[in-house]
C-alpha cells in the first residue's frame, strides 16, 4: 500500500507546478 501511495504522491507532486499554472490562469490572484 505505501508503494502505491508513494508513487501516487509523486506524481501529484509532478503535477502540482501544471496545476498551479493552470489554476493562475483561471484565476490570476495578482
Known amino acids: 500500500l505505501w508503494s502505491i501511495l508513494s508513487i501516487v504522491i509523486h506524481k501529484l507532486l509532478k503535477h502540482l ?4 499554472a493552470k489554476v493562475e490562469e483561471i484565476d490570476p490572484k495578482c
Do not use: D, G, T
Not at 17 to 20: G, H, K, Q
Open 17 to 20: 507546478p501544471l496545476l498551479e
